[in-house]
């Protein structure tokens, strides 16, 4: 990891520009569906996601996680409209960039080069009659249109082999693949260009629980060796305490509270936190089993170790 590993509170919660170490930075942020009886999904959120950091948000079905995620990238249709805020995303070179002031063409480049999406049914967003290898060298070929032929098949290859897939599956076709799979080809599609944040919204919910977690051990080391940020979204609060540093919880579309995974399984502040964490009786002493290898962000008083001690006990 290239960051720090220990963040203190004054360093998060900085009223002005916020954490230094941001690469994306939404302030007050409100999406609203222009329906008959307008719907503000996304109710003035703002946040911090800090370079390298795997972030969950949380909150049950219909909170607005999906409305937020669709929104930072710009991915958002009518009769969704980002009705007020700012998202601005810190490039590798030091530029500033004002998404929501970027034209169409500029997203489009801007979309899987810097910030990708997996979503839940993604697998599925795959073409079943074009192999593997074409679905990933097309990426390569509208982003990277100088790149030979050669090297991307290479990169085509190398990114297999990195999500467990495996170059040898290069000439398969999608149909002959298992949900599982299929999924892993969609989470090496959007890590192909080396992007600085990959959001993932529910990207294992369709699947069966064991094939869950060896992507989600996949998706921390992923992270580990490559240093992008992760927005990973799930109803599902256990297991974002296995695998985040930090913990946004969302409720009625807005972030009621921020705080590393320890603290909110600790020490959590809001009600609507305690009902989120109550409501699962497993969860009564330590996190449960721990698939983190390496926290970005973390209070100090939690390392690593400290975890690892906790699941021999
Ligand atoms: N197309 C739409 N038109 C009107 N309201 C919508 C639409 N899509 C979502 N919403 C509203 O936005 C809220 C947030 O939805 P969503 O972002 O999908 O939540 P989540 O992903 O947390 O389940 C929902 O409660 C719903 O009422
Ligand atoms: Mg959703």
Sequence with gaps: MTIA?????????????????AVIRVRDLS????????????????FDLIQGEILGLAGESGCGKTTLAYAINRLHKPPAVISSGSITFHDRSGTDIDLLGLDE??????????????????????????????????VLIAHRPRMRRAERRRLAGDVLDRVGVGRDRL?????????????????????????QVMIMDEPTTALDVVVQREILREIVRLRDELDFAVI?????????????????????????????????????????????LGSFPSLTGDRGSFIRTGAA?????????????????
């Excluded at 693949?177 to 299929?182: D, E, F, I, T």
């Excluded at 305490?241 to 320890?262: P, Q, W």
């Design 31 to 46: 999406v609203t569906y222009e329906v008959e009886h307008p719907v503000r999904a996304v109710r003035d959120v703002s």
């Design 297 to 313: 962000i973390d209070d100090g008083a939690s390392a690593a170790s400290t975890d690892e001690g906790q699941d021999a006990r």
């Design 232 to 276: 990973f979204i799930t109803h599902d609060l256990p297991l974002l305490l296995e695998i985040s540093d930090r913990i946004a919880v969302m409720l009625d579309g807005e972030i009621v509270e921020l705080d590393t995974a320890r603290r909110i399984h600790d020490e959590p502040r809001h009600p609507y936190t305690r009902k989120l």
């Design 171 to 195: 000439a398969s076709f999608p149909h002959e693949l298992s949900g599982g799979m299929r999924q892993r080809v969609m989470i090496a599609m959007a890590l192909l260009l080396e992007p």
């Design 105 to 138: 063409r500029s997203l489009e480049q801007f979309r899987w080069d810097k910030l990708s999406m997996v979503f839940q049914g993604a697998m599925n967003a795959l073409n079943p009659v074009i192999s593997i290898r074409a679905q990933l060298e097309d």
């Design 5 to 21: 590993t220990s963040i203190d509170d004054t360093a998060v919660t900085r009223a002005s520009g916020g954490d230094e170490r």
